[in-house]
């Protein structure tokens, strides 16, 4: 259900419905490491940019921060009431970001392990998270809207409309181009400073 590399040592991460969650060696491509936790199916993983954590989520509500050497639980975040679809991490507050089918995205403080904000604006499930490599901001996707908020607090940027199906997946590059996948196949792209 969800991959991610590392770009600070040579794994990837593996997520997937049986609860597993893999650490796969690139070097000699077989299994280093399982995380055991989750009860139920796990749907996405996102790796911590600068501290050596990765933040999986799926079908029991929750998100888990993993150390990635130990395998031990750093933290069980709790407060979603359906499954968290997409998670992100970014080195600034808020750490970790969640998004889930209960239509909130919670910011996560990742030294305490509690949740800072939940946003309420999303009407549908969240699908989509995505940060902005360099500015202090990041969106929001799912069955309704794309949603763009600001860094510390959430605060509610724009909407960014016209993509008129769920969006599953989103990615941003460096040239402020924001790409989301819908449900139906389609492809959108998006000037991510104005929004169209």
């Not at 997409?86 to 808020?94: I, N």
Request: glycine share 8%.
């Amino acid at each position: 259900r969800g991959l991610a590399a590392s770009a600070r040592h040579p794994y990837l991460f593996s997520v997937s419905e049986d609860k597993m969650v893999k650490c796969w060696d690139l070097e000699t491509n077989k299994v280093v490491r399982h995380y055991h936790g989750h009860l139920s199916g796990v749907y996405c993983v996102a790796l911590h940019p600068t501290i050596d954590v990765l933040i999986t989520g799926g079908r029991d509500s929750v998100a888990r921060v993993w150390d990635m050497r130990t395998r031990h639980a750093v933290h069980v975040l709790t407060g979603h009431k359906n499954t968290v679809m997409s998670v992100a991490a970014q080195a600034a507050e808020p750490q970790v970001i969640t998004g889930s089918m209960d239509n909130f995205v919670k910011l996560w403080d990742l030294k305490a392990g509690k949740c800072a904000t939940t946003l309420t604006n999303h009407k549908k499930s969240i699908r989509a998270l995505c940060v902005h490599p360099t500015e202090y901001s990041f969106v929001s996707g799912g069955g309704d809207h794309i949603k763009k908020w600001a860094f510390p607090h959430g605060d509610f940027m724009k909407n960014l409309s016209g993509h008129n199906t769920i969006i599953h997946s989103m990615a941003l590059n460096h040239d402020n181009v924001l790409m989301s996948g819908g449900d139906n196949g389609s492809l959108y792209f998006w000037d991510y400073k104005t929004g169209y």
